[in-house]
Nanobody, 129 residues
Framework: QVQLVESGGGLVQAGGSLRLSCAASGRTFTNYVMGWFRQAPGKEREFVAAISWSGGSTNYADSVKGRFTGSRDNAKNTVYLQMSSLKPEDTAVYYC??????????????????????WGQGTQVTVSS
């Protein structure tokens, strides 16, 4: 089992920035690709970003490219999502997730919820206009 705990959400004005963190425990952190997803009210959960086990590779949804940056600190078992130039449409509950990388070909950074094995409880991000 992997336990994931997100933090860093809050209320921010449009154009502002936030950094989300997700602390992992329970298994070897580097065995996992880490992902960020979000879910707005009445909408399905959608992919935001994925970070490889080393942090050397990332994958982003088109809607956040150039504004969001995913990273990880394997010494701290923590993954981050730096969000800049926030827009009201970024308002959602943000979730981090872990996918066991042995199940994927090298270099694959999955972008669908079904590919991820463990999920955090989510943190609310609200962007006001």
């Amino acid at each position: 089992q992997v336990q994931l705990v997100e933090s860093g959400g809050g209320l921010v004005q449009a154009g502002g920035s936030l950094r989300l963190s997700c602390a992992a425990s329970g298994r070897t952190f580097t065995n996992y690709v880490m992902g960020w997803f979000r879910q707005a009210p009445g909408k399905e959960r959608e992919f935001v970003a994925a970070i490889s086990w080393s942090g050397g590779s990332t994958n982003y949804a088109d809607s956040v490219k150039g504004r969001f940056t995913g990273s990880r600190d394997n010494a701290k078992n923590t993954v981050y999502l730096q969000m800049s130039s926030l827009k009201p449409e970024d308002t959602a509950v943000y979730y981090c997730a872990a996918a066991e990388r042995s199940r994927f070909l090298s270099g694959v950074l999955p972008a669908t919820t079904r590919r991820y094995d463990y999920w955090g409880q989510g943190t609310q991000v609200t962007v006001s206009s």
